[in-house]
């Protein structure tokens, strides 16, 4: 009781706990429609996430001002290129956080004569630059991670026993251009990629939020068309990964 | 800025805050209700608070198992009397979450089986009677104060001042009246989160009072009192000294 007193005075955390519930009757509203479910029930479901939609909407009211909150601390980070990456993405957040305040406004009859789709179709765009940026972060703390490990190799195999040519094993590696060669480095670089994100639980665990929220604004932007239930499943995904990385801080991504 | 985003981090800040804005429309709207040219504003404030309302609603869906932490904690307190008023209060409570949960279930077409009228003034009653347990803690623990303060010096001077000014039938009862108050005074300025507690509990009691018709104000009158006490509750969020514990 003591932990879920904690963790719902959070404002994020009961966000993000709506945000599942939302994306569970997106998925099975479309899973039961498509086995031929009662349309009563459908239309329930499909009544509660509209209203999931716009309470959680009602509830990001202040959400603008946390991410330009979170960008002018980005600035000050000593890596250029997470400095970018930061700031930008959560610059796009903020603004996608103002066209879903206003998308609000519009929903609850308090702004008359609004463009729903146009406002929402830019809101979804904000959310997509944001998510290119922190899978761009993730890419680059990847390749950093990659490259360390690379240079921490190569220092190891430094005394490696040496062959008959001269040759140690890691220069044989590289001196080949045939296929099998080639494919032989494909499998060798995913091994390293899937060991460096075994070792790093944060960096995984934001990488797949990230892949698994894109799919939304893509779906909904129509840049590649899914289907409500895909989508309802990769949004699920992403909160309950999200709600992972709230009850368990160290899980999060630093910074 | 670093107050709202205090505020907004906590899920009882965000709710607060939207309390705050529901009550102000609340109170506005009885403000304009007679001004027939703001009919677009009023229609604009009514979907504002009618939405705030529905929206905390969905929120306050996880509140009933909060109150039930709370009634575990109450168990524990060491005085008989407290413990007997913050479990009652935050039974009661618990009571009103289950009630409102169902009347939102009712709204968005969920559940159509339950008498939306019965359930609504079934929720206000199991709130009345937690505010009144509320108040009643108050009351319990200003009078503790009062007890423990009667003995303190700056009392003494003061009744010493007063019995120096000469006995005098009609003074006497003007004098126990100036004497309780100046206990009361002195014992809420040494109590701030008492005070706070207690006048938000007023603040409260208008709003049920209204619904179930025991006193009878206006729209006007339960706005002003939700926006005051509203405000209250987001002061002991920005500062948590001024909080009542437990």
Redo the contacts between chains.
């Keep these: ?2 932990a ?2 904690r963790f ?7 966000e993000r ?2 945000r599942a519930a939302q994306y569970t009757c997106t998925l099975l509203g479309y899973t039961l429609q498509k086995n031929g479910a009662n349309p009563d029930l459908v239309s ?1 479901i499909k ?2 996430e509209a ?2 939609s ?2 959680r909407k ?2 990001r ?3 603008s ?2 991410a330009l ?1 979170a960008a002018k601390r980005a600035i000050h980070l000593s890596d250029s290129i997470l400095r970018f990456c930061i700031t930008v993405s959560h610059l796009n957040r903020a603004l996608y956080f103002a066209c879903d305040n206003i998308l609000w406004a519009g929903k ?3 702004v ?1 004569k609004l463009d729903q789709e146009k406002w929402s179709q830019r809101s979804f765009r904000y959310y997509l630059f944001a998510l290119i940026l922190n899978l761009s972060r993730d890419a680059y703390e990847i390749s950093i991670l990659m490259e360390r490990d690379a240079r921490g190799q190569k220092a190891s195999y430094s005394g490696s026993p040496v062959r008959e040519n001269g040759e140690t094993i890691l220069s044989c590696s590289r001196g080949s251009v045939g296929v099998g060669d080639l494919s032989l480095r494909i499998r060798a670089q995913l091994f390293l990629l899937i060991r460096i994100l075994r070792c790093n639980p944060p960096l995984l665990l934001d990488l797949l939020k990230n892949i698994c929220d894109i799919f939304i604004p893509l779906d909904k932007l129509g840049l590649y068309r899914t289907n409500p239930g895909f989508i309802g499943a990769c949004g699920l995904a992403s909160s309950v990964l999200s709600i992972l990385t709230i009850t368990y801080p160290w899980l999060k991504l630093k910074p | ?1 670093e107050a ?2 205090k505020l ?7 709710d607060r ?2 309390r705050t804005i529901q009550y102000a429309c609340t109170l506005l709207k009885y403000l304009l209700q007679n001004n027939s040219t703001q009919k677009e504003l009023l ?2 404030l009514q ?2 608070e009618s ?2 309302s ?2 905390r609603k ?2 306050r869906l ?1 509140n009933m ?2 109150s ?2 709370g009634v ?1 904690k109450a168990l524990q307190l060491p005085n008989p009397e407290v413990r007997l008023l913050l479990v009652t209060s935050c039974l009661s409570r618990t009571l009103y979450f289950i009630c409102d949960n169902l009347l939102w279930a009712r709204s ?3 559940i159509n089986s339950i008498n939306k009228e019965k359930w609504s003034l079934l929720a206000t009653r199991f709130y009345f009677i937690s505010l009144i347990m509320g108040l009643s803690r108050d009351i319990y623990e200003l009078y503790q104060a009062m007890k423990q303060d009667v003995r303190g010096q700056q009392i003494q001077k003061k009744i010493g001042q007063h019995i120096s000014e000469g006995p005098d039938v009609a003074c006497i009862g003007v004098f126990r009246l100036e004497y309780f108050l100046i206990l009361l005074y002195y014992s809420v300025k040494k109590n701030p989160p008492l005070l706070l507690d207690s006048m938000k509990n007023v603040f409260d009691l208008f709003i049920p009072m209204d619904r179930l018709d025991i006193y009878k104000t206006n729209s006007g009158v339960v706005g002003l009192c939700g926006l005051a006490s509203s405000l209250f509750g987001i002061l002991t969020i920005l500062k948590p000294s001024l909080r009542l514990s437990p």
Excluded: C, P, Y
């Design positions: 009781m003591d879920w007193v719902s005075a959070q404002s994020q955390a009961k706990i709506f329930k009544q509660l209203h999931m716009l309470g009602l509830f009211l202040g959400n001002t946390d909150e609850a009859g308090v008359s | 800025m709202f985003l907004s981090s906590q899920s009882r800040g965000r805050m939207l229609k604009k979907n504002l939405n705030m529905t929206g969905l929120f996880g198992l909060d039930i932490g575990q968005i077409g969920v």
